[in-house]
């Protein structure tokens, strides 16, 4: 217990009383605690209107901002208690004075939540997320947000806004970048991973955060692919598409929830009340406590749903608990009160859920149980933690192209040229959202190819490009200071440079794409080439005739037809992090074999968008011949230029046909699907073996096939081995015309393979 509650005993300390499951599951809780209940009530008792209010504001410190509105006064609002939480403060001593303020001068010495944006690594960065989705390996999934959360904790914070699990199809988006692609089972699949990573075994652990799921819902859909713009879809889409991976974070036990920016059926996310409280509470039974994102309460207004008491008293009935920075709880709930446009039920109610949060999180036995100079100094930024993020930068790596096994590159003899403006370069290694990162601790491309080759290999090293070259876009990408610069010379002379480089080398590696500030939040791109300074000295370079690999860096889908057809290989290093030189060149010189796997569809021209392989058919399908009157484009092919769950290795991967354990099922009755993978080259390696169910005929048009398991197995040269699948009637259901989920009986096809558009299938008939 804490000392200075003796001083005014106003309530007992109560320990958590929650339901633990087996060590690698979430906190979860099959009926109301009751010591919590009776703690909060008794506190609730002794609170008056003003500090109720004061709990369901959350406030940003100004040492890390995310938006373009700050709070003024915070110190002042800590001790009148009119402060629940604090986002955008880290650091032992930081948070440590913040929390004084809350627990020793405020009335009832109510602790703080501190809460930030740890998206993928907190002082150790991984991959960017979408990056993390391609390694398909839920496992190192798991452990890049433990290893967060232990950072996170180690300076004093216990709430990340993560994770992201919005479902995008749209390129154009900058935040693809932040989410797991289009997919909502594996969505599903990689959100409880990162919930139970974040959370661990309990939330009163020293070392765990409560996660926050965001955007719900629906974020992923805005039209256009341009930031906080509408989302328009039918309720069935919802369910079956997009729905499905908050589901997932809720059922493993997710602790918050952040609302969107977007309207779902027209209602803003912040107040829609079908969302947050008929779907969300009273459908999936989630028990934890939903805050805004930023400003999006207020924003509400802007969307033409009235001014900031109406739009406040809307939120707080629609069932949204915490307001972030906009601050319309704090200056309006209590006139509202007055003149009866909310009651105190509901003010108590989002009072409740944000003290249940702090509770669960042991913040009233201990509201400095994370603050430990010394694990400040132990736990951040190890070097165990940087292997780790080392080993899931080399299994989110995707290998588009591979032309005459180009790679992996020889390790002794000969000269590489090492070109690009991304080659010697440590700011753009970590990618968008590292508000805590320090890029200057990152390893450059160059160097970590210097670290593999050391004096064996001759480098040549040449700049080559700007970013862009674009003044204009340049000012667009430079929120923070020096993100992109122009080099002192001109572009002419650059690329002069780069094919002088490339002219005395055997091969041309060529580390070109987007700069960390292209993708995440606030980052639509009409445009999703690489940029045209970059795609110029790409050009000069391919007239030359030398073998060229490009090492891809990117924060979602880019159109590379032409990059696909002149360059002899094509490395997906996304931005892998920290250790992103010593990863790339880690798997360049063949010390890994590439095994990610695309999770987002590759356009082969942005006209394509929105384009995802779970797509439903028409009723005028184009598969070949004649092309009019079909579902089909006049200039292009309908294919993606690489599919979901596409990515090559320097081994080959063959498949046997499918082999079922029965042709005729009925009801419950189980089916086993196998395959036989074998290893055909020279090279062990790793392959993500892929189930998808195909459902024919059905009461609604189905999607042509639908992701619903994987296996990742590890093969030596010439190893073969059988995979098995287990199907039972739950993956066959779906959600009707009425939203009932159910299955159909039928016929299914059961396909196997190595990414969505390359599988072996057969077919099975099931009875009910």
């Excluded at 299914?748 to 299938?761: E, H, L, M």
């Amino acid at each position: 217990m804490i000392s200075f509650f003796t001083n005014k005993p106003l309530f007992k300390i109560a320990a958590a009383a929650m339901l633990v499951l087996p060590l690698g599951n979430a906190v979860a809780q099959t009926q109301p605690d009751a010591k919590m209940n009776v703690f909060v009530s008794g506190l609730m008792k002794k609170m008056t209107i003003d500090e109720k209010i004061g709990q369901l504001n959350l406030v940003t410190s100004g040492m890390a901002i995310t938006g373009s509105v700050t709070n003024n006064g915070v110190d002042n609002g800590i001790a009148k208690g009119q402060i629940g939480g604090i986002f955008g403060l880290y650091g032992v001593e930081n948070v440590r004075k913040a929390q004084d303020l809350a627990v020793k001068n405020s009335r009832l010495h109510i602790p703080l939540i501190f809460g930030l944006d740890v998206i993928h690594g907190h002082r150790t960065i991984f991959p960017i997320p979408l990056g993390m989705s391609a390694t398909w390996d839920l496992d190192i999934i798991q452990r890049s947000a433990h290893i967060a959360a232990k950072e996170a904790t180690a300076e004093g914070l216990n709430w990340v806004f993560s994770p992201m699990v919005d479902i995008a199809r749209d390129a154009r988006w900058g935040r693809i970048s932040e989410g797991s692609g289009e997919d909502p089972w594996l969505g599903g699949k990689i959100a409880g991973a990162m919930v139970k990573g974040y959370q661990g075994t309990s939330l009163k652990n020293a070392d765990a955060v409560m996660a926050c799921v965001k955007h719900f819902a629906l974020y992923g859909g805005a039209e256009a692919g341009r930031e906080y713009n509408t989302v328009d879809m039918s309720r069935l889409q919802m369910y079956q598409d997009y729905l499905p991976p908050y589901r997932a974070a809720v059922d493993v036990g997710a602790g918050s929830i952040m609302s969107s920016f977007n309207t779902v059926d027209g209602i803003p996310s912040t107040g829609n009340k079908w969302l947050l409280t008929d779907l969300l509470r009273k459908q999936w039974g989630f028990k934890g406590f939903v805050v805004s994102d930023y400003t999006s309460l207020s924003e509400m207004s802007n969307h033409g749903l009235g001014d900031l008491p109406q739009v406040s008293a809307l939120a707080l009935k629609a069932g949204l608990d915490m307001d972030m920075v906009a601050e319309g709880f704090l200056n309006t709930l209590k006139k509202s009160l007055q003149q009866g446009k909310v009651t105190q039920a509901e003010i108590d109610l989002a009072c409740r859920r944000v003290l249940e949060a702090k509770y669960k999180l042991g913040l009233f036995d201990n509201p400095y149980k994370s603050l430990n100079a010394e694990n400040e100094k132990k736990d951040v930024f190890t070097e165990e933690n940087r292997k780790a993020a080392r080993l899931a930068a080399e299994h989110s790596f995707v290998l588009l192209k591979n032309a005459n096994q180009i790679l992996p590159l020889k390790k002794s003899g000969g000269t590489i040229a090492v070109v690009g403006p991304l080659a010697d370069n440590k700011r753009d290694m970590l990618g968008t959202w590292v508000i805590a990162g320090e890029w200057q601790k990152s390893v450059s491309v160059l160097e970590g190819i210097k670290h593999v080759v050391g004096d064996n290999v001759k480098l040549v090293y040449a700049k080559g490009a700007n970013i862009t070259d674009d003044t204009e876009f340049m000012k667009r990408l430079n929120f923070g200071p020096g993100m992109v610069s122009l080099d002192s010379r001109s572009p002419d002379d650059m690329i002069e440079e780069a094919v002088k480089a490339a002219k005395k080398a055997d091969i041309v590696v060529a580390v070109v794409g987007e700069s960390q500030s292209m993708s995440g939040e606030s980052s639509s791109r009409s445009d999703i080439d690489v940029p045209e300074s970059q795609k110029n000295m790409l050009k000069a370079l391919a007239k030359l005739g030398k073998p060229m690999v490009i090492v891809l860096f990117n924060g979602r889908p880019l159109t590379l037809t032409w990059e696909n057809e002149n360059a002899a290989a094509i490395l997906d290093v996304w931005a892998p992090g920290t250790e992103a030189g010593n990863a790339i060149a880690e798997v360049l010189f063949g010390n890994y074999n590439p095994s990610g796997k695309l999770t987002t569809t590759f356009p082969r021209t942005v006209g394509q968008i929105p384009i995802y392989y779970n797509h439903k058919n028409t009723g005028r399908p184009y598969n070949d011949g004649p092309t009019k009157f079909k579902s089909n484009y006049l200039d292009i092919s309908n294919d993606p230029l690489f599919p979901f769950g596409y990515g090559l290795s320097y081994t080959s991967f063959g498949y046997s046909d499918v082999k079922l354990s029965k042709t005729n099922l009925k009801g419950a009755e189980t089916l086993t699907a196998t395959v036989t993978v074998t290893n055909k080259g020279a090279y062990a390696g790793e392959e993500v073996v892929q189930l998808y169910i195909s459902d024919p005929v059905a009461s609604i048009s189905r999607s042509v096939k639908e992701l619903k398991d994987f296996k990742k197995l590890n093969l030596q040269a010439g190893e073969a081995k059988e995979v098995s699948f287990t199907i039972t009637p739950e993956q066959l259901k779906f959600y009707n015309s009425q939203l009932k989920y159910d299955w159909e009986p039928g016929e299914f096809i059961i396909q196997i393979g190595t990414n969505s558009a390359d599988t072996r299938s057969a077919k099975v008939q099931w009875k009910k």
